[in-house]
């Protein structure tokens, strides 16, 4: 097998958007490499037409990270009509006005189906009845996956409109149809992304390494400290190089092979370059002459870092100080951070002496004037990160008052902070100290809210982080669970009022019919004991009632869906499959009953039967419980 790269053809959205007038003829949509906003390099979509493809590269600063091998024989022409209806899908959506994010996260989930597509399903971009025959088969993974846990639901559903917009701007209305047989998933506002704050041990493990680096590469960059620079994280002893690989200590060095391979002159764990004929004693295939010029390079690398106040190694050293600070000015302040990233920047005269012990900052972000209060103590951080900011801005020679309060400095150039600026920053303590952190922004936010909600009144708190009272209580008001244990079975508890129509004649309406009285007889010689507190133990009580009619022919189906997929959430198996049999061989006599009676019909009967289990489109009731299940992240 011979692995190529796809040879592509660059274009922005405007670009390709004109290429493609007059349905797109002459556009070969196998080389197509689109400039996404939010993206480095250009998306190479055109590879998606073959079914073996991998990266160029794994360096990541390399471009042909970007660009993709791909195996000539794998190449499926029928592909291509599903790359020309994601373009139309895009430009679709940006003539809508979308932001740039939302363009981003749409090109970052499609490609998710097509590897499915080449794993599972090669042929399943190949055409309309491939491509739904693959959407519906995808569908079911994304199911799967919500049940088990590893997806919410909500971005499930996200996911699945998406394929199916993307199926009718590749095969047009006449898909429609098709669409409507797929099972549906839905989403839920119950399914609320509520941020559990991190625990206490966590937090003060960040905040820990945070200012370590914060505080000593911050004195590095603006005193002009020489390399190689010792600093401490979390007591633990790292050197800083003027190399790619620029942090290692004792602690880390043998997880980092390529310090001996390719930077063997640099001694991470001595702080200090060794000699040619000690690093060609660690690896003696480098020879004499090779371990000479290695030596010669890392010395004049030493050198010339030491000679410039603007070095590129001390630039990154910078930006690492200022993320590192910008994770403790979200600590601190419980920010958003699209609001953090909106600040512009402002002066001393901006801040007021207002309460004992904290500063009022008053700033912009978004237009808007937002307010937030520093404590004395961390004022003092927010000073010096000033007078960093100040002196990044210098080694690119741009105006202080030009760029918002934070950014990032990349081959030169003022960036904005990324949507995934958490992630990157929490990735690259872990690469450079061996620290694993996962705290993001939104945790922290969180994390704050929870600190405020044990303290003080929940207005004030929604005060401080300027957010609605029922903003603060729907998103992070979430708590730790070592601090408060939650009670699940209390939301299994009073779910017996009905969701249906109000009762009449007598009845009470119940999510599997009605009801005609109370205190069932105990000592019914039913195969499971009734029991008013349980669906099933209705179906075997005496004061139990079916109407023969299509609410209650859907009600006992979608219980009986109910049944079959909560299986997972049995203790005991073969209780289970024990008792689980006896309630649908009941339901099932109560679904023929109705059918019986005339008041369903076959068609309709398999009508409701595939809304159910095709779609899950349960009645009300059951439908609100399915949610609740998905909300709480049951594996079901």
């Not at 910078?318 to 403790?328: D, E, H, V």
């Not at 779910?495 to 000592?523: F, N, Q, T, W, Y």
Request: glycine residues 6%; charged residues 30%.
């Amino acid at each position: 097998m011979t692995w190529k790269i796809n040879d592509t053809q660059e274009f922005t959205l405007a670009e390709i958007s004109i290429a493609m007038e007059g349905a797109g003829r002459g556009v070969d949509f196998s080389k197509i490499a689109l400039k996404i906003p939010g993206y480095k390099y250009a998306v190479d979509i055109g590879s998606w037409c073959y079914v073996h493809r991998r990266p160029a590269s794994k360096n990541t600063q390399s471009e042909l990270v970007a660009k993709r091998e791909v195996l000539k024989k794998s190449y499926r022409k029928a592909r291509e009509e599903v790359v020309k209806g994601f373009v139309d899908h895009v430009l679709g959506r940006l003539e809508l006005g979308l932001s740039d994010k939302t363009i981003w996260d749409l090109v970052g989930k499609f490609p998710r189906f097509v590897s499915w597509c080449d794993e599972f399903d090669e042929s399943g971009l190949d055409g309309r009845r491939e491509y739904i025959s693959a959407l519906s088969a995808y569908s079911e993974h994304l199911l799967h996956r919500v049940r088990s846990g590893s997806l919410k639901i909500n971005p499930a559903s996200q996911m699945q409109d998406i394929l199916k917009a993307v199926a009718l701007s590749a095969y047009g209305e006449a898909v429609r149809e098709d669409l409507k047989n797929i099972r549906r998933i839905r989403a839920t506002s119950r399914s609320v992304n509520k941020t559990v704050p991190p625990d206490d041990r966590s937090a003060e493990l960040a905040i820990s390494v945070y200012l370590d680096v914060f505080r000593q590469l911050s004195v590095f960059v603006i005193n002009f400290e020489p390399f190689p620079k010792l600093i401490t994280v979390d007591e633990k002893p790292f050197w800083f190089f003027p190399a790619s690989i620029p942090f290692a200590g004792p602690s880390n060095i043998h997880k980092k092979p390529n310090l001996l391979r390719r930077y063997g002159c640099y001694d991470y764990e001595n702080g200090r370059l060794r000699s040619s004929d000690e690093a060609n004693g660690l690896r003696p295939y480098w020879g004499k002459a090779n371990a000479k010029n290695a030596e010669i390079t890392a010395r004049k690398n030493l050198r010339l870092a030491n000679e410039s106040r603007f070095h590129k190694r001390r630039i990154d050293a910078a930006t690492f100080s200022s993320q590192a600070f910008m994770m403790l000015f979200s600590a601190a302040t419980g920010m958003n951070l699209s609001q953090i990233v909106g600040l512009n920047y402002f002066s001393e005269s901006h801040v007021e002496r207002d309460k004992p012990g904290f500063k009022g900052v008053k700033a912009r972000a978004g237009g808007k004037e937002v307010v937030f209060y520093l404590s004395s103590s961390f004022y003092r951080f927010y000073l010096r990160y000033l007078e960093l900011r100040s002196w990044m801005l210098k080694s690119v020679e741009c105006s202080e008052d030009q760029h918002p309060l934070f950014f990032n400095i990349r081959n030169g150039l003022i960036e904005p902070i990324a949507q995934d600026f958490s992630y990157n920053f929490n990735r690259r303590i872990n690469i450079c100290f061996d620290i694993n952190i996962n705290i993001t922004t939104r945790k922290w936010r969180s994390y704050k809210a929870d600190w405020l909600l044990s303290n003080v009144s929940l207005k004030e708190t929604a005060a401080t982080l300027q957010n609605s009272e029922q903003t603060i209580l729907k998103s992070y008001a979430e708590g730790v669970e070592s601090k408060s244990s939650k009670e699940i079975a209390r939301f299994f508890k009073g779910l017996r009022k009905s969701l249906e129509s109000e009762p009449s004649s007598g009845c009470e309406v119940i999510p599997i019919g009605a009801c005609v009285g109370e205190s069932p007889d105990k000592e019914s010689d039913g195969p499971v004991e009734p029991d008013c507190r349980v669906m099933e133990g209705c179906l075997f009580c005496e004061n139990y009632r079916v109407n023969a009619d299509k609410t209650d022919y859907l009600k006992l189906m979608s219980f009986r869906y109910m049944v079959e997929i909560s299986r997972p959430l049995a203790s005991n198996q073969s209780h289970f499959e024990k008792t689980s049999g006896r309630v649908k061989a009941r339901i099932d006599e109560l679904l023929k009953y109705i059918e019986a009676s005339k008041g369903v019909d076959q068609e309709q009967a398999n009508l409701i039967r595939e809304s159910v289990y095709k779609r899950e489109e349960l009645s009300p009731y059951w439908s609100w419980k399915l949610d609740l299940l998905y909300s709480l992240g049951l594996e079901i």
